[in-house]
């Protein structure tokens, strides 16, 4: 958020270029970090609950969007 702010003008580009650049060295640490620990970490896990805890997310999240779009249709006609 910060580096799309900074780079909307040119005298913060560079700002936003280190910002960006920040957040990138933070997203591959983590990754690096999660792969990491999942592959010491292999035997621990149960697959069985994971894919169950995936599937649900998923799920809620695809059962969730008729309910946005009725929310925002009632919102959409009440506040005209």
Request: charged share 10%; proline share 1%; hydrophobic share 55%.
């Amino acid at each position: 958020m910060c580096g799309a702010v900074a780079n909307q003008k040119k005298s913060t580009a560079k700002a936003g270029a280190i910002c960006n650049g920040v957040v990138g060295l933070a997203v591959v640490f983590l990754l690096v970090f999660t792969s990491v620990y999942v592959a010491r970490h292999w035997s621990m896990h149960d697959l069985r609950h994971e894919a169950f805890s995936f599937a649900t997310s998923v799920w809620l999240s695809i059962l969730l969007i008729p309910f946005v779009y009725v929310c925002a249709f009632v919102f959409h006609t009440v506040i005209q």
